[in-house]
């Protein structure tokens, strides 16, 4: 068990390692920022060189990556070409948004599909379960942001329910919540039907069945309960895709997260940010990564022997 | 040798050619339906200048947000689907969109799939370090979702379809190489890839004799899958401003201008949408009828 944690971390570490090599060098593929920020105006000689030293972008780019690296190691991740704020105290600022949305996501995503996936499972093969596979196919088949134009025009604009914008009550949230969950609830519902399916099948659901509890109990006391552990792994796994839909999603709401800070900061070419936030929304799904693959192998101690899992 | 009766079936066969068609049909209605909307927007991208009747370019201040010609109470408007905040035809403008959504569909589907056939093979042949590594590399790219990959790099870089859709071609490779790798590895212990080795059969003729002609099905399968997945990250991309250039007709982009008009221009954001749902469903409904015919057990 020990091995494969240290493993794991190890991996963990050599990922995070290389992520930061990526974006690092990607943001430095054109050359110079300081041009790139000053390109409406035409600045003297002296301003540029006076904004690059206080950048530290004189310095040779492999001394720059280390002072990077050693900034991510120290929670450091500079300070914005804009406003001179530390970029950590920026994303810190708005992870709450965030998280919350995330949160939000995940909870519409298992409360849609938990039971079609139920549902189409148990009912297998009736126009019940054509209909749960025909609503799993459509959900992954447009882009969670057109969704979210649809839900402010039908929800904001015509029957005026709920905000279109902003990030100040519960019903705020709604909307994105619905929006970020429902492209994952299609493939969530396919993967609920396919681990019930499996599990219906075994001994232990005849032997409940035939023991004379009610259909009903059986399904969800015993049948759910085990299928449930995949469903929770995909989850986990599922977190990253669903962080970066925080991006597109905060986008279309105005909502004030780290996604929004991204962007914006692409806008304003302040590259500081965008490597900072990046990075740190990257380090956060690996971590979670991390820690349901470690969970896991608690619930489940057959991983830990599978080479290299 | 061609005998009577050998001929006999071949003709049978032709005559029910329609009727085999419908038999199709009424098995798979869902494959059916995803075949015709893949042909929809094929078509509509292969000869969009045929089928616009509107330049999709072409700005025209009068008709500025001009709803749909079927439900303008003045009766004025000309447009099928409306006009966008610059009076251009929104008809006209979603069919060009398909050119550039398909594009990048089929080429990153291309582009990755080489890729990660290729790397796939060598993978699950070879084995030991050369997996190794490549597997790793794999990794570590899965750990990194696509679409903050696509930010940053797109951000420094600029917009651009070719872009895009090297971006996509560099990082998708991951899913092909993975698929192949496991099917080779069973692959290789088969009895028929012995023997051909036995026989003296080199690695090269191997691979692409016995083991490349096996995984073809299913890279079909991911492939078809592929494009739509790649229709929708290249909307989003685009809807962020990091993705094909403004100037040119694309759903993600005209999606993203609809946001100031929704209040007032209901059209120009809700039927560029059901552009793209219409042509990702079919692509999805096709992957889908292709494992179930090829590929039943595939699991992705």
Known sequence: ?309 | MTTKNDEKIIVKGKKSLGKKFIQFVKKNPAGFVGLLLVVLSVGSALFAQWITPFDPTKASLMDRLAPPSWSDPTGESVFFLGADQIGRDLFSRIIYGAKISLMVGFFGVLISLVIGTILGLISGYFGKWMDDFIMRTADVQLAFPFILFAIVVMSVLGTGVWKIIIILGLTYWVGFARLIRGQVIALKEQEFVQAARAIGGTNFTIIRKHILPNVLSSILVLGTMYIAEFILLEASLTFLGLGVDPTIPSWGGMLADSRNYITTAWWTAVFPGVAIMITVLGFNLLGDWLRDRFDPNLKM
Do not use: C
């Not at chain 1, 240290?6 to 995070?16: A, D, G, N, Q």
């Not at chain 1, 492999?62 to 105290?89: A, C, H, N, P």
């Not at chain 1, 799993?136 to 649809?150: H, K, Q, R, V």
């Not at chain 1, 499996?198 to 001994?203: C, H, L, Y």
């Open chain 1, 1 to 309: 068990m020990l091995t494969y944690i240290i493993r794991r971390l190890l991996h963990t570490v050599l990922v995070i390692f290389v992520i930061s090599l990526i974006i690092f060098f990607s943001i430095r593929l054109t050359g110079d920022p300081v041009s790139v920020m000053f390109s409406a105006g035409e600045p003297s000689k002296e301003a540029i060189e006076e904004v690059r030293k206080n950048l530290g972008l004189d310095k040779p780019v492999y001394e720059q990556y280390f002072i990077f690296l050693k900034g991510l190691v120290t929670l450091d991740l500079g300070e914005s070409f804009r406003s001179g704020t530390s970029v950590t105290s920026l994303i810190l600022e708005r992870l709450g948004a965030t998280l919350a949305l995330a949160f939000g996501g995940i909870v519409v995503a298992m409360a849609i599909a938990f039971p079609v996936g139920i549902l189409s499972a148990v009912k297998r093969g009736t126009s019940i379960d054509f209909f749960g596979r025909i609503f799993s196919l459509i959900g992954i088949s447009f882009p969670n942001f057109w969704l979210g134009i649809m839900l402010i025009l039908v929800f904001a604009v015509h029957l005026r329910w709920l905000p279109s914008s902003g990030f100040e009550s519960f019903s705020h949230l709604i909307l994105p919540s619905i929006t970020l969950g429902m492209i994952l609830s299609g493939i969530l519902a396919r993967l609920v039907r396919s681990s019930m399916l499996e599990v219906m099948n075994q001994q232990y659901i005849s032997t409940a069945k035939s023991k004379g509890i009610s259909e009903w109990s059986v399904i969800i006391k015993h049948a759910f309960r085990n299928a449930l552990l995949p469903t929770i792994t995909f989850l986990g796994i599922q977190f990253g895709s669903l962080l970066g839909g925080t991006v597109i999603v905060e986008q279309v709401f105005a909502w004030p997260g780290v996604g929004r800070l991204i962007i914006d900061a692409i806008n304003q070419r302040d590259y500081p940010v965008i490597q900072g936030g990046v990075i740190f929304l990257a380090v956060i799904m690996v971590l979670v990564n991390l820690i349901v693959d470690i969970s896991y192998s608690f619930i489940d101690p057959r991983i830990k022997t599978g080479k290299g899992a």
